[in-house]
C-alpha cells in the first residue's frame, strides 16, 4: 500500500523560510521522480518543484532561486526548503510520487505580509 505523507507546513512571515517534508512508502522510492505541487484558494493546482529519480531538478519560475527540491533515498524522503517566502506562496503543498501516480493530503503553508 502506497503512503504519501507531507509535513512542515505553517504560518510564516513573508521573507521567512520553511522546510516542508514528504515520505514516501510502499514504493522502490530510490526509482521514483518525486515532486512538490501547491493550490491557493480558487485556483487550480500547480507544479512547483520536480527531482529525478537522478536527482535532476526543475523548478516552476515563480519559485526559482527561492525553492530547493532535495530527497534522501536512505529515509524515503523528499525535502522543499521555501526561502524568500511571498504571499503569494500561500496554499496547500502537495507531495507527488510519480511511480504510483499518488498523492500526499497536503500541508498548508501560509505566508502573511
Known amino acids: 500500500q502506497v503512503q504519501v505523507v507531507e509535513s512542515g507546513g505553517g504560518l510564516v512571515q513573508a521573507g521567512g523560510s520553511l522546510r516542508l517534508s514528504c515520505v514516501a512508502s510502499?514504493?522502490?522510492?530510490?526509482?521514483?521522480?518525486m515532486g512538490w505541487y501547491r493550490q491557493a484558494p480558487g485556483k487550480q493546482r500547480e507544479f512547483v518543484a520536480i527531482?529525478?529519480?537522478?536527482?535532476?531538478?526543475n523548478y516552476a519560475d515563480s519559485v526559482k532561486g527561492r525553492f530547493t527540491i532535495s530527497r534522501d533515498n536512505a529515509k524515503n524522503t523528499v525535502y522543499l526548503q521555501m526561502n524568500s517566502l511571498k504571499p503569494e506562496d500561500t496554499a496547500v503543498y502537495y507531495c507527488?510520487?510519480?511511480?504510483?501516480?499518488?498523492w500526499g493530503r497536503g500541508t498548508q503553508v501560509t505566508v502573511s505580509s
Open positions: 507527488y510520487a510519480y511511480i504510483a501516480a499518488d
Open positions: 510502499g514504493i522502490t522510492f530510490s526509482l521514483s521522480d
Open positions: 527531482i529525478t529519480s537522478g536527482a535532476t531538478t
